[in-house]
């Protein structure tokens, strides 16, 4: 399956190759002044036709400042710790601002880490924020070893860790429930870094809870079928050669024929825009498409442990989840105050799935749990976007800073 789509891929890029240097000529200016005869559309198709495919590179987040009060401050990113499977990136501000240390945690579910630029954009002027930037499988060498949900649990400590005490998590979707894992691990132990904050957004917690179409794909057939019709090999031209994975660009088309007509919609709109010349449009869309497109590949052990453990299992929520071989338990954590977040019309995951963390984390005093149901937001409105920064974000802050 994967030697396939990449030789298609392969193919498509030469023609790719030859739309930007053909889009290139039509937007020279002797090209230009024949427009108003309708080159504008020819040179749009051009565009779209450069455009058409996926990235397996991760696009750079672009943070280059940060306003804080009246005073833009330079931010560089810093590598502060590197595993084979993931960077945490330290989104460092020039000269260093003294604010609430805080660990994001985004998903690795076939898009790269960028999908949270937005989200650390909002929270960089008032906290000092670390990411994980999970590395595309491909590029993984099967000697860096097998990554499961006990080494996303293992990573997450490590940089919680490394961090130090007084930091806060904030996890978003599918890494809800390894952090959630995390933090009781650590709290159990003792741990001298647990967080003093854990933020959940929009993840399956509890998947039994308000199925959606997402949760029902995955109990609708074993466990043995996902390993054997969407589990591919890495072709032999990658670094990571012959390693299992559950390539992006399946994770990607599963997503955008959950909502297909909204992307047909959508580059309809990005060619009018091309064609017309309303480039800020053109540039918004083209810009989103861009970081959508840029898909990674999962590690198998990973994608099928978390299937059959968080989808069909539902372990942590009926207190089955094992960490290197011992319960995990939610129960341990009362140092750590809690804020779990939902929106109303999330397709991805259902209204009462994440608020279950609130009911695990029993050892956690009553005032020093919250929850916050965002109204007309679906799944991306929770972590970007104007409610996320206006509604949500301040609710965020006000449980890190009260907690600092």
């Not at 502060?80 to 990136?89: C, I, N």
């Not at 960028?114 to 909002?122: E, H, N, P, S």
């Not at 806060?168 to 003792?190: D, F, K, N, R, Y």
Request: negative net charge; charged residues 20%; contains cysteine.
């Amino acid at each position: 399956m994967y030697q396939m789509y990449q030789a298609q891929a392969d193919a498509a890029e030469q023609l790719r190759v030859w739309a930007r240097a053909t889009s290139a000529l039509l937007h020279s200016p002797f090209a230009e002044a024949f427009a108003p005869f309708g080159m504008g559309y020819v040179t749009a198709g051009y565009e779209m036709l450069a455009r058409a495919g996926f990235s397996h590179e991760r696009t750079a987040f672009g943070i280059d400042s940060v306003k804080i009060g009246d005073d833009d401050v330079p931010v560089t990113e810093e590598v502060a710790d590197t595993t084979p499977f993931a960077t945490l990136l330290h989104f460092k501000k020039v000269p260093a601002i003294q604010l609430p240390r805080v660990l994001l945690v985004a998903p690795m579910s076939g898009h790269f880490a960028t999908l949270l630029r937005g989200t650390v954009k909002t929270m960089l002027p008032d906290h000092d924020v670390y990411l994980t930037d999970w590395h595309n499988a491909r590029d993984v060498s099967l000697d860096d070893g097998a990554f499961g949900i006990d080494e996303y649990v293992a990573h997450v400590i490590r940089f919680l860790e490394k961090i130090g005490s007084g930091a806060h998590v904030v996890a978003v979707c599918q890494p809800c429930v390894p952090v959630l894992a995390a933090v009781a691990v650590m709290a159990e132990s003792g741990s001298d870094v647990q967080p003093r904050t854990m933020t959940l957004m929009a993840g399956p917690v509890d998947a039994r809870v308000s199925p959606t179409r997402v949760n029902e794909l995955s109990i609708s057939h074993p466990i043995e079928w996902f390993e054997q019709n969407l589990i591919a090999t890495v072709p032999a031209r990658f670094r990571g050669a012959n390693r299992r994975v559950y390539p992006g660009f399946i994770q990607l088309l599963a997503f955008v024929s959950m909502n297909l007509e909204r992307h047909v919609e959508a580059h309809w709109e990005l060619y009018n825009d091309f064609a017309t010349g309303e480039t800020e449009k053109a540039k918004t869309i083209a810009s989103f498409y861009d970081e959508y497109f840029s898909v990674a590949d999962l590690p198998a052990e990973f994608y099928l442990e978390t299937v059959k453990s968080i989808f069909q299992d539902y372990e942590l929520a009926r207190g089955l989840l094992t960490y290197r071989g011992r319960r995990v338990n939610p129960a341990a954590i009362e140092r750590t105050a809690l804020l779990t977040v939902e929106g109303e019309r999330d397709d991805v995951c259902g209204i009462g799935q994440t608020l279950a963390a609130q009911d695990l984390c029993t050892g956690i005093r009553p005032y020093r749990k919250r929850h916050h149901l965002q109204p007309g937001v679906g799944h991306y409105g929770v972590f970007s976007g104007r409610r996320w920064s206006h509604s949500i974000y301040p609710m965020v802050r006000n449980l890190i800073l009260s907690s600092d």
